[in-house]
C-alpha cells in the first residue's frame, strides 16, 4: 500500500495536491510533507484532490486538519475534491463536512478558494 | 459472494497477529475485509469493520509496547462479526470523544476512537497491566 503525491501550481498562488492510493498511519507523513513544504514555502490557499484515494483514517483526516489550521492562520483555505461515498461518509460522520469545503471537481474547489 | 454461503453460528475464527508498526496495519485491514466478506456484509459495512479494525491497530501502535505485536481475531457468527484487537501495552484509549469539538482539534486519536464507535455496533474496552490491552468489537449484518 503506497500513496502517490503530486503537488502542481494553478490559477493565482492555489496549489492542487493530486493523491493516488490509500492514507493511513503508514503513508500519512508523506502527505503530511507535501502539505507542510507548500505551508513552509508561504502558499496558503490549497486544493486537497481526493479523488483517486481509496481509504483515508484518522491519522489522513489528521493531516489534513493540520493542513487546514496552519493555512487559516494566514487567511488561507483548503478545500477538498472527494466523490467517494465511503470517504465522504468518513467527513459526514466526524464533522469534518463542517470544517471543509468538499467539491464533487477541482474546477468548483479552486473556484470556491477565490 | 455467493449470499447462500454464508456460515452458520461461530462457523469461522482466523486469527492473525502483526508487528506493531504502522507498514502492517494494511496487512490487517485487507484480511479483515476479505474475512467480513464472507458474511453477508455490504460493501459499506465491509469498509466499516475494514477502516475501525484498523483505526484499533494503530491505536494500538500509539499506546502499545514499543515493536510489540498485535493480535487480530475475528469471528463469523449468525448475521454478526466480532472482531477483537489485543496488545501488550495499557494506555487511555477509548476516553471521553467531545464530538462537538472533535474537528477543531483534530486529535488523530480521538478521531480514532470517535471512528471505531461510530462504525461498529458494539465496542468494548478492557485494559490490565498482566494482560494488555483489548478491543472487543461487533458489525451486525443489517436487513
Redesign the interface.
Known sequence: MDIKVNVRESEGDAYVVDLTGEIDVYTSPKVKDAISELIDQEHYNLVINLENVRYIDSTGLGVLIGGLKRVREHGGSVNLVCTNPQIKKIFDITGLVKIFGIFDDEQSAMKALA | MNPQAAPSTSAGVVRLSIPAR??W??VARLAVAAVASRQRFSI?EI?DI??AV??SC?NA?QHGSPDGTIEIEVELRDDELVATVRDRGMGPRLGTVN??R???T????E??V??IR??MDTVEYTSDVRDGTQLVMTKRVSE
Not at chain 2, 483534530?106 to 486519536?109: F, V
Request: proline content about 0%; hydrophobic content about 45%.
Open positions: 504502522a507498514e496495519v494494511a459499506d469498509e475494514k477502516l484498523a483505526e494503530t501502535i464530538e462537538e472533535i474537528g477543531e483534530g486529535r488523530t486519536e478521531l480514532g470517535f471512528l461510530a462504525l
